[in-house]
């Protein structure tokens, strides 16, 4: 048996809800992998066939990843002094998963949760199990009493804790945002985000595709901002499994990246090239909007995620695009220079927009990996501009808040290309109400309820 075969048969050998949670989360740690695939894995089968034990691992999964700086804060309350930092990863996700349910949810019972957390003890670290029943009781006598900073004193410190977010990234957004709407951003980061997607226009309209989805027990509506977007309610059903995707009327698709299309304006037509094309949820995106007219070169560093990418295109109907794997901050090819109407830059980034989907981030980025980042980024759009016709876009957008990522790269490019200059053609009306007096597109979850993007449109004036 390989390698990820093991791995896959060693989340299915989980016997318990709490069980599975805490093996998820042992490997995330282990590995930096990343929580939604081994969801997947550890739930797919009939091993947890019933909707309240699968909701049950995504909670604990999900929440503990959100709130685990607050859950190591208080584990480091009943901890002997300089000693918090000795519990294995084993040991420190049961108490995580354990602390997580007393404190966040209202609906199971403290003492179901530290027996659980005892037993999963008891099976995996058996010397650690009186640790374990010893801090949770602790905790539950002395909950109400404990020394939290005081938020007048120490502020960014206070944030971080309650929100549950690294002290150095609370600094940064307090200094960028302020206080009130640095709480309010983490607050946001720590909610369940909806479930989106968008029709595919060539095959279908929002109203008919919403009709197919509720016949098949999906409940959708139309998204509040994006002319193209749905929102889920509810369900259990799985969404892979209903007709819709599969018949490639609709795609999965966060709300603010489908505005970044919005924001390209594509023309039908035009000759289109998406750098960074991942498995192609703009380019499809774009090739929709181009009424399947003119021509898309998605390029992309993996061949994996381009396979994806034509399998997606063809079922979607989009036969407008082809596929180029290349390193977009070197490709040099020759005959593509100063041809494309539309260059799309949507870059690699920290991807510190979308912590509601993916918490596991705001624990693995460091500040200097955000200049690493700006430094790719800025190579990306440096070299997409040479493909570029005068008169045309060249739109770099990032699913990051960070002005590091965003503004600092579009600045320091400007400064250096005088030939560019910011777009100043009229938006498209859905994007229209979040670009700023600077010209620049921003979406926050506290805000607008959608991943955190930034986007900015740059014509090539000569």
Not at 41 to 60: K, N
Not at 298 to 304: F, Y
């Amino acid at each position: 048996m390989d390698s990820s075969k093991r791995k896959q048969a060693s989340l299915r050998a989980a016997k318990t809800p709490r069980g599975l949670a805490v093996t998820i989360l042992n490997r995330i740690e282990d590995t930096d992998a990343f929580a939604e695939p081994l969801l997947d894995v550890g739930l797919s089968g009939d091993a947890f066939p019933l909707a309240p034990d699968r909701h049950l691992v995504t909670e604990l999964v999900y929440g503990t990843l959100r709130m685990k700086g607050h859950l190591d804060w208080i584990i480091g309350q009943f901890q002997h002094p300089g000693r918090s930092s000795s519990l294995d990863t084993v040991v420190r996700n049961i108490l995580r998963t354990a602390l997580y349910q007393i404190v966040y949810t209202d609906r199971i019972p403290a003492f179901a949760a530290v027996d659980e957390a005892v037993k999963l003890a008891k099976k995996d670290r058996l010397a650690a199990a009186s640790l374990v029943n010893a801090i949770l009781r602790n905790f539950l006598r002395r909950r109400e009493s404990l020394p939290y900073p005081d938020p007048a004193v120490e502020p960014a410190l206070y944030l971080s804790i309650l929100h549950s977010h690294p002290l150095w990234l609370v600094e940064r957004w307090i200094a960028e945002f302020g206080i009130d709407e640095t709480g309010a951003l983490c607050a946001a980061n720590n909610r369940t985000p909806p479930l989106t997607a968008r029709i595919n226009t060539l095959k279908t309209d929002r109203d008919s595709a919403m009709a197919i989805l509720n016949a098949d027990g999906a409940t959708a509506d139309a998204a509040p901002f994006s002319p193209d977007g749905l929102v889920f309610g509810k369900s259990g059903t799985t969404l892979k499994s209903l007709s819709a995707v599969q018949g490639g009327l609709i795609r999965i698709q966060e709300e603010a990246s489908q505005l970044i299309s919005r924001l390209a304006s594509p023309m039908p037509g035009e000759d289109v090239l998406d750098l960074c094309a991942g498995s192609g949820g703009k380019a499809t995106h774009l090739a929709t909007l181009m009424q399947n007219r003119g021509q898309i070169l998605a390029v992309d560093i993996s061949p994996a995620k381009l396979a994806v990418l034509t399998d997606t295109a063809a079922g979607m109907g989009a036969t407008i695009i082809r596929t180029l794997a290349a390193d977009a901050a070197q490709m040099r090819e020759e005959d593509l220079q100063e041809r494309f109407d539309l260059v799309m830059a949507d870059v690699p980034c920290s991807g510190l927009g979308t912590l509601r989907r993916n918490p596991e981030i705001k624990w693995r980025i460091r500040p200097d990996d955000l200049k690493e980042t700006a430094d790719l980024q800025g190579g990306i759009l440096r070299h997409g501009a040479a493909f570029l016709k005068i008169g045309g876009r060249l739109v770099y957008s990032t699913c990051s808040v960070m002005s590091q990522e965003n503004e600092d790269v579009i600045k320091t490019f400007l400064s250096a290309h005088k030939e560019f200059a910011l777009s100043g053609r009229d938006p498209d009306p859905a994007v229209k109400d979040f670009i700023g007096p600077d010209g620049f597109f921003r979406t926050y979850p506290h805000r607008h309820n959608m991943d955190g993007f930034f986007g900015a449109v740059l014509t090539r004036i000569v």
